[in-house]
């Protein structure tokens, strides 16, 4: 298994999105995280903006929305052509439902999960979607330190998934670093979320090789 580097652009230089994501070419998405000041106490960009820089094309976008009633906003984040759309479970109506509709715009979807919500509800429901996304933090703001009591969780999903032979992303968001990456790997996690470390880094680009580096040692000796 290889892991996938998604660094999170929410503390990148906004004014110059064009030239941030243009640093982390290397990268495998960009992670946009989308906040309503609802969900959580915080405001970033909304559609407009995952348009435009979808149209770039500079690299597959990983939406992180983290709104209320993202029944009826998710959808469009698919059919403006992000790579993957990731809603959270506290927030949706009809988590299944909603997981269709993005799958069937052509988007990876993704669940999401604070770091108090149980992973037990969506163990049998875990086919429905493409990745589960382990808050490692509260939503709301980069750089806060990471959680290692989300590890159980991680491990939890991954023992499910390889029960039932799924191929299923595990994404940690929130505090990911060369000091916590390898904890994550370890855990069972394969999608890396990284914010702080990487744009407050003096060389981004560097940052995301160094991480990848991390996570695949990790990665190796646990298989
Ligand atoms: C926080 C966001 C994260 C954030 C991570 O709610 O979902 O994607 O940018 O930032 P760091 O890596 O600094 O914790
Ligand atoms: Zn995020």
């Known amino acids: 298994m290889k892991p996938t580097i998604s660094p999170s652009i929410l503390n990148c230089d906004i004014a110059d999105l064009v030239g941030e ?60 052509g992000a790579a993957s759309v990731t809603f959270h479970a506290e927030a949706a109506g009809a988590p299944l439902r909603l997981a269709k509709e993005i799958r069937a715009q052509g988007a990876r979807v993704g669940l999401g999960l604070k770091p108090t919500t149980d992973i037990h509800d969506y163990l049998d429901v875990l086919d429905a979607f493409d990745m589960i996304l382990v808050m490692t933090v509260e939503p709301g703001f980069g750089g806060q330190p990471f959680l ?16 039932r032979d799924l191929e299923l992303a595990i994404q940690v968001d929130g505090g990911i670093s060369r ?3 390898q904890t994550a790997a370890e855990a069972g996690a394969d999608v890396f979320v990284a914010g702080s470390a990487v744009y407050r880094s003096d060389d981004a680009y560097q940052e995301v090789e160094e991480l990848r580096r991390l996570a695949t040692a990790a990665m190796h000796n646990h298989s």
């Not at 348009?51 to 009826?72: F, G, K, N, Q, Y």
């Not at 290692?148 to 991954?158: A, D, F, G, L, Y």
């Open 21 to 80: 994501l243009n640093k982390i070419s290397n990268a495998d998405y960009a992670h946009v995280d989308i906040m309503d000041n609802h969900f959580v106490p915080n405001l970033t960009w909304g559609l407009p903006v995952v348009e435009s820089i979808v149209a770039r094309d500079i690299l597959p976008i990983d939406c992180h929305l983290m709104i209320e009633d993202p029944d009826r906003w998710a959808p469009a984040y698919a059919e403006a």
């Open 148 to 163: 290692e009591s989300q590890m159980n969780k991680i491990r939890r999903v991954r023992q499910a998934a390889n029960k």
């Open 179 to 181: 000091q916590t990456i």
